[in-house]
Every structure is written in C-alpha cells, then in structure tokens.
C-alpha cells in the first residue's frame, strides 16, 4: 500500500481505483454513512480515537472512503446549489482523495471545527498516529484547496512526524523526498 500516494488537482485517480482492503470503522467512532476506510488506516484512526476518549476528545468519522461514483454525484449536487468557490472546496470525481481510503474527515465538515478543542487535540496529536493535516490554513497556493480543520490523511508515522515537525503540505513533502 502506497499511503504516500498523492490524489491532487494534477494527480487524480482512475474510475477504477478502488482500494483492495476497506473495511468499515467500529460504530462507536463512526457517525457517516461513507464509514469504510483502509483497514490500516483504520486501525489506525480507531487507535487515535481510543486514546483521545481517555481525554475526553470526542472523535467521529462523518466522512471516510468516497467512491468515484459517489463524488461525482456530491460534486453535480454542490455545483447545483451553486456552492460558492466550488474547486476551492470540493473535488471533481477522481480528484477526491477520499477516493484512496486513505482520508478521513471528523466530526464536522465546516470551519467552526477550527474553534473547537477537538481540533487542538488533533493539532497536536494526529501526526503521532501517522495522520496529517492535508490542507492547512495559509497553503491553499500549493494544495489547492482552502483551509479544511477536519480533513486528515493517513501517510504512516514515518512521514507524519517529519510533515509535522517541518510544517510541510504532502506536496512538499513528496517533492523534496524526490530531490
Ligand atoms: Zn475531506
């Protein structure tokens, strides 16, 4: 598994990238109907949430795996309600990295997430279960997307420490690696 793949506005996936081991996250950290993640990647995200509990941070997936069809769908229907700023903020089909099974987004979908404690956990915390924080605040330029709070990408601890420590976007990460 490839959980550096980069799934961006000039890397999409095909129709028929599906990942090969999805499995659904347990009930109690779940509260979306797109509830299937990598099974690592859940392991993973499920640990988190264990730990996090003991603090008393509430973490909940609203959103896992997407497939192609489903963001397609998502997409006609944002662009229906003339959602403002749509690429900005939503994904064309094969451009979504949900479409991976590698991300995840908690507990709510809007930026209000950014005020709440939630969200200062996993500021802090994420990397040390080997997610990031895929498109963070004053990076639009580089990700393409505006500030997501909730939006978190599993790349392995390996990757998330060094992400995290250095302030970088996977964009940069994945092209210094390359240098
Ligand atoms: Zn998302």
Redesign the pocket.
């Known amino acids: 598994m490839n959980y550096l793949k980069l799934v961006n506005k000039s890397n999409p996936l095909e129709k028929c990238d599906i990942p090969l081991y999805l499995k659904e996250i347990n009930r109690e950290y779940n509260i979306g109907k797109n509830n299937l993640l990598d099974k690592k990647v859940k392991f993973w995200f499920e640990l988190m949430a264990k730990q996090a509990k003991k603090n008393n941070i509430i973490l909940k997936n609203i959103?896992a795996y997407r497939s192609y069809e489903y963001q397609e769908k998502l997409y006609e229907s944002y662009k229906e309600n003339n959602l403002e700023n749509l690429d900005m903020s939503s994904a064309k089909a094969g451009y979504?990295?949900?479409q991976t099974g590698f991300?995840?987004?908690i507990n709510m979908?809007n930026i209000n997430f950014y005020e709440t404690i939630e969200y200062q956990w996993l500021s802090k915390n994420a990397y040390k279960y080997g997610f990031i924080l895929?498109y963070p605040k004053d990076k639009e330029y580089i990700t393409g997307y505006k500030f997501?709070p909730?939006?978190y990408r599993y790349v392995g601890r390996k990757h998330s420490k060094k992400i995290y420590e250095n302030n970088l976007t996977l964009e940069e990460y994945i092209e210094k690696k390359q240098k």
């Open positions: 959103s979504s990295e949900h991300a995840l987004d979908d895929r997501e909730w939006h």
